[in-house]
């Protein structure tokens, strides 16, 4: 699969992707395209999402590309999770994204400049971050008990949840103490960051 070849349009792409695609390094879509060798696009639109909205197919991509390091294989004659691995104990991921709100600042948007760096603080960064990720736990949690769990592949196997960030100009910035928050409400941060952030934020 060569994820940059085949651009019918450049109308569409994602800024991420189309940052790439223009940069002046071939090794560097040499190794995204090494990532996807043996990758199975059971949809026939992988190469148009990586293209078009890029995050959530690049962490896919990421996933992929450790399970192969990890000598693991993935069965991907199931249409869901994301990956189906076969190994000594088989499990399942499910790969998913937290991204920006629909009036947030996109990730690819920023300068670094000094104003910048100052509008997003740390505290910002992970509170930010907090929200999104809980949106997208909350929203994979949900469909568990009404959709994997009643796959016969899933039933009976562990059962990952791969979130990334990219709710943030900075979200690489916020280390794990965004998701500490969310997994074990530390310090009771959790409620305190709610608390700052309208809900509707969450979805």
């Known amino acids: 699969?060569?994820?940059?070849?085949?651009?019918?349009?450049?109308?569409?792409?994602?800024?991420?992707?189309?940052?790439?695609?223009?940069?002046?390094?071939?090794?560097?879509?040499?190794?995204?395209?090494?990532?996807a060798s043996g990758f199975v696009d059971r949809d026939n639109k992988f190469a148009y999402e990586f293209q078009t909205t890029f995050n959530s197919s690049f962490w896919e991509l990421y996933?992929?590309?450790?399970?192969?390091?990890l000598n693991l294989s993935v069965d991907f004659s199931h249409n869901s999770p994301d990956f189906v691995v076969k190994g000594h104990k088989n499990f399942n991921i499910e790969a998913t994204t937290a991204n920006h709100s629909k009036d947030g600042q996109a990730e690819w948007i920023r300068n670094y400049s000094n104003e910048e760096m100052k509008n997003w603080s740390d505290g910002k960064i992970v509170?930010?971050?907090?929200?999104?990720?809980?949106?997208?736990?909350?929203?994979?949690?949900?469909?568990?008990?009404?959709?994997?769990?009643?796959?016969?592949?899933?039933?009976?196997?562990?059962f990952v949840l791969a979130i990334a960030p990219f709710d943030s100009p900075y979200?690489?910035?916020q280390g794990h103490q965004a998701i500490r928050r969310v997994l074990f409400w530390e310090h009771g941060q959790f409620m305190k960051?709610?608390?700052?952030?309208?809900?509707?934020?969450?979805y």
């Open 63 to 69: 996933i992929f590309t450790v399970l192969k390091h």
């Open 171 to 173: 979200f690489y910035l």
């Open 127 to 158: 509170n930010n971050a907090t929200i999104r990720l809980a949106g997208s736990f909350i929203s994979k949690s949900n469909k568990f008990p009404k959709s994997y769990s009643k796959l016969d592949h899933v039933r009976d196997c562990p």
């Open 193 to 202: 960051c709610l608390k700052k952030v309208k809900l509707r934020n969450i």
């Open 1 to 35: 699969m060569n994820l940059f070849a085949g651009i019918k349009s450049t109308d569409n792409l994602n800024p991420n992707y189309k940052g790439i695609l223009e940069e002046n390094s071939p090794y560097l879509r040499e190794i995204i395209n090494r990532w």
